[in-house]
């Protein structure tokens, strides 16, 4: 009984030790969220303004860009896969690559061949473990996403979509697979098709009697698209990296909440089994002498 009795209390120690940090992780990804839901929310509007001004010069000046050309037979798409390079954020990743993995099976239904690109080192090892081709992977930042990295990525879709159709390594969509941030208690899985250029903020319907804005494009409209093309890549894949933080500090923070809680009753559950454990151990050892007294007092009175 003593035996289980100091195995119980090294579990209870243990657990009070894992529960410190799950409770020291729980209040720094809380304390950092607030930032990076920030970051986010002035993100948007510049992302929802860069997007009407691309959507108004292609929609008024009917220029044929290599970024709004629809090709006609696509025959490969490029996927971009956005996950956190560290675990203990409960299903956060995996939610991103079941999202993938769905949008791959129906590219693939519809005759396209896929090309993988990889945000975080969770994607990585998801693929490595299944070895598993990809064509380009950026780790390091999931947390904390610069706009150096999300312009590097995009460079790097542009020019495998601007390449021409046989050519080694062309792509002709690109699709972006992230995490959208919606409160602390919802994070949505989205696939979104980047490229050949859609408008993914929606259309927006005027008000009654408000004025649509007139656009006059200089120097040219072909020029104002070269310039504002790359920019609204850039800036898509920034605004969905600035998303894919948010839900992942806010994933790590209630997965971290939820294991201190279990940590908790946990401990609970132990020191009662302990406690039980020590009266039981105690009931024993009264026994023992009560039984020892009697036993002497026999041998006492058969001796008399």
Known sequence: MAVSLREYRARIKSTE???K?????????ASRIIKAQQRAAAAAPYARELTRAVSAVATFSNVDHPLTREEENPKRAAVLIITSD???????????????ERLSERLRDEGKEIDYFLAGRKAEAYFKFRSRDFVASWTGFSDQPTYDKAAEIGEALISAFLKEQGEEGDVDEVHV???RFRSMLTQEP???RLLPLEVVEGEETPDEGELLPLYEFEPSAEQVLDGLLPQYVQSRIFFCLLQAAASELAARQKAMKSATDNAEELIKKFTRI???ARQAGITQEISEIVGGVNALADAQAAAD
């Open 177 to 179: 697979v992230y995490t």
């Open 190 to 192: 989205t696939a979104v």
């Open 274 to 276: 302990a406690n039980q």
């Open 17 to 19: 030790s894992m529960k």
């Open 86 to 100: 560290r675990g203990l954020a409960g299903a956060y990743s995996s939610s991103v690559i079941k999202e993938a």
């Open 21 to 29: 940090i799950t409770r020291a992780m729980e209040l720094i990804a």
